[in-house]
């Protein structure tokens, strides 16, 4: 029989049995129901330990005691003051929503599951509630009546099991009057539930491994490079070439930062693979790095101060192998953190060079003074300036559409550079409806550090709308694969296709350019980078004409 | 955290039966392990692939790519799960003594 933490588990009927209606009793008086299947095991004490935070136990978020600090109360407060005074914009976030409702049906939690609560509106009046009896003089006036309401235990269970509903995904900030950053409003959830030891262990393990050896898996030095190597004997199977692997090259001009899932996570490795290809007919002079050997950086998803200890690994490490500027794979919240905190955290870069492309010559002024490129970025520039020989129709038993990744579309605007290389290196790509992709784009239900098994309910219900979107262009177009450049993508997606759209296969970009390319002193390509047949090219078929793009 | 028991030996596990000390490990805790698998006995096949697990592990402190496991026993992804119901990460590696994976996985 499946368990909770299977897909098998649910029925479709069942879950798209959604209903909308608001409980009959006010929001304030609905306590959380913790059912397996939606909510994730909390942090180790052992992760909290190696990190150096507060208050490491083992407990279970079903324990009626979550075994807090005595204080626990005045601490949470406390906190609450500190960043209220030191970040301006969460105080303005606190103040200013008019509970219009704009966002209240745009998260994909809510369209997927009916809870009131996960309204991002809702999700937000949970800590500002709080705010305004503690903070706010009509909130300590009117109390319940203005909004308010008491801090107390019940209100900690209910922040951890609804901040770790959100996603981070930002698409509700889209559509808020006034500009409210509501993920900023979950991260703030989290820091303050942090201060009592209040984790999940899916972010805080991989936070843990990050600190020590460099990356979420907590792969070593030894592991890494036996990894690459055996993608370097696959490599050499499709293609006949084998590639290098420069590791901690000092020297290098590029340092390569990717996420960790694309070494070990299948189909995260065939995109991996494509970068090798890739760098290895550029003749590029760029090294992979065993320390910062982590491209994702799972502090966004737990405190500002650990969002800063580990993207200053990456930056440590450009400068001690002395490259001129880095290089970064398919990851989604890595760019958010490069562009919208790293400069702040960690920045100015100002020992290395302003990115420029050693085969076009193209000066990355966007990237002035992160220093730091997307692989999007950089594949796009070299497919404009002719560098690299294609042959799509390899690509042609693919039907491919693109899912934007929360991250690299709503908190950097990669929008353009993604299809701009799909088009090229794919005769078949299709979009989905335009209210989910670029800046509407909906999360893969995952991200945020949600995309654990024993969450699988609220993944299945926040992957519904995405799903959703897949099938619609896989029964329209034939859809049979769906691109993404982001490692939680291509871990979670995988689950959400194989739900709501099964036959859709999931994939990285660069796996698609690698299986394109045209590659000096290649065999001939029977088969693609998953060692698959390539359908219509035993017998060098004619391509079916020039990219659809409906 | 919980404890069970395993091969005769009281052993801490996680919420998902992974158990937390990899140093306790034996055969007989694997096949107790596999039991929780739905795998009431261990064959040959199955030996193969936990063998492997665990040493690439003692070696690497990491499991190996789910490629590399195919291709090093060269059993299909498929024959593994025929193998191991909840497949090779969920279940080859609970009963190899592995840690249970986790970040963009």
Known sequence: ?550 | MEKKEFGGKLIEVDEDGFIQDPDAWDENVARDLAKTEGVEEMTEDHWKVVNYLREYYLQYQMAPMIRKLCKTTGFKLKEIYDLFPSGPAKGACKVAGLPKPTGCV
């Not at chain 1, 929001?27 to 935070?53: C, N, Q």
């Not at chain 1, 509903?165 to 509700?172: A, F, L, N, P, S």
């Not at chain 1, 919240?333 to 085969?359: C, K």
């Not at chain 1, 005769?427 to 800046?439: C, D, G, L, V």
């Open chain 1, 1 to 550: 029989m499946p368990t909770p933490d299977e897909m098998a588990y649910y029925r479709q009927e069942e879950l798209l049995e959604i209903d909308y209606r608001p409980p009959e009793r006010g929001w304030m008086d609905t306590p959380v129901d913790f059912r397996r299947g939606s909510y994730i095991y909390p942090g180790k004490a052992k992760m909290l330990e190696i990190l150096g935070l507060p208050n490491p136990r083992d407990w279970a978020v079903t324990d009626e005691d979550w075994k807090l600090p005595d204080n626990w109360k005045q601490i949470v407060l406390e906190g609450m003051a500190e960043r209220l005074r030191k970040y301006r914009s969460f105080k303005v976030f606190m103040d200013s929503c008019v509970r219009c409702g704009a966002c209240a049906d745009k998260c994909h939690f809510f369209i997927g599951g009916g809870d009131p609560k996960n309204m991002p509106v809702l999700r937000s009046e949970l800590l500002r509630s709080v705010y305004r009896k503690d903070f706010t003089a009509l909130g300590k006036v009117l109390g319940k009546l203005g909004g308010a309401r008491e801090l107390t235990v019940d209100v900690i269970k209910e922040w951890f099991y609804y901040f770790y509903q959100c996603t981070e995904c930002r698409r509700c900030s889209v559509f808020c009057p006034f500009g409210i950053d509501t993920a900023e409003i979950t991260m703030m959830g989290r820091e303050l539930l942090g201060l009592l030891g209040i984790y999940v262990n899916w972010v805080i393990e991989p936070v843990a491994n990050c600190y020590r050896y460099g990356n979420h898996l907590g792969i070593q030095p030894h592991g890494l490079l036996d990894t690459l190597e055996f993608m370097a004997d696959d490599i050499e199977e499709a293609t006949g070439i084998r590639v290098d692997i420069p590791m901690n090259k000092k020297g290098a001009e590029i340092l390569f930062v990717t996420p960790s899932g694309d070494f070990v996570a299948d189909p995260g490795i065939f995109t991996c693979m494509g970068y090798m290809l890739l760098f290895h007919e550029l003749g590029l002079d760029y090294t992979w790095s065993s320390y910062a050997s982590e491209g994702g950086n799972f502090g966004l998803f737990t405190s500002h101060e650990m969002i800063k200890r580990l993207n200053a690994k990456i930056y440590a490490e450009a400068k001690r192998l002395g490259v001129k500027w880095i290089l970064g794979g398919e990851c989604g919240h890595m760019w958010r953190v490069l562009h919208q905190y790293m400069d702040t955290v960690n920045g100015p870069a100002d020992f290395l060079e302003v990115p420029r492309s050693p085969i076009t010559g193209t000066v990355f002024e966007n990237a002035r003074s992160t220093k730091m490129v997307h692989i999007m970025e950089f594949v796009a520039d070299l497919i404009h300036h002719g560098k690299l020989k294609l042959r799509p129709e390899r690509n042609d038993y693919v039907r491919v559409t693109f899912h934007d990744s929360c991250n690299p579309a709503r908190a950097m605007g990669l929008l353009e550079e993604p299809r701009y290389v799909l088009r090229h290196v794919c005769n078949h790509f299709y979009e989905m409806p335009e209210n989910t992709i670029r800046e509407q784009t909906f999360c893969c239900g995952g991200g945020a550090g949600l995309g654990t098994d024993e969450n699988m309910e609220m993944r299945l219900r926040g992957g519904l709308p995405r799903g959703a979107a897949v099938r619609y262009v896989q029964e329209k177009y034939g859809v049979n694969r769906l691109a993404a450049i982001c490692a939680i993508d291509r871990a979670t997606l995988v689950t959400v296709c194989d739900y709501w759209a099964p036959g859709v296969k999931v994939t990285g970009i660069t796996e698609l350019v690698a299986n394109a390319m045209v590659f000096e002193g290649e065999h001939e390509r029977k088969v693609d980078l998953r060692l698959e047949p390539i359908p219509g090219m035993e017998g060098e078929q004619e391509s079916e004409g020039s990219g659809s793009d409906e």
